[in-house]
């Protein structure tokens, strides 16, 4: 059984505004430090993928990354139920 901080979650991203012309560069060292990436957001500066707890403190330390934040999950009601 793996523990919570094995486990992979979501991730997002910042490079700083001054990489971002060679995000591709970014990307490499935060696969290489773990993160598979889902999604590079090119015109924002930002990479969306999952990683572990234990690898996050190697995805802050890459060259460029402004921060590196947990996704959050947002669900709505469907329009029929009721009021919470």
Excluded: C, F, K, Y
């Excluded at 560069?25 to 598979?36: F, S």
């Excluded at 999952?50 to 990354?65: I, K, M, N, P, W």
Aim: no cysteine; proline share 5%.
């Amino acid at each position: 059984m793996t523990s919570p901080g094995e486990r992979p979650v979501g991730w997002i991203v910042t490079v700083d505004e001054e990489r971002t012309a060679r995000l591709d560069e970014v990307v490499a060292e935060l696969q290489a430090a773990g993160l598979r990436v889902n999604r590079v957001l090119t015109s924002l500066g930002m990479v969306h993928g999952r990683a572990t707890e234990e690898q996050l403190e190697a995805l802050r330390s890459v060259d460029g990354v402004v921060s590196v934040d947990r996704e959050q999950e947002h669900r709505i009601s469907p329009p029929d139920a009721e009021v919470q």
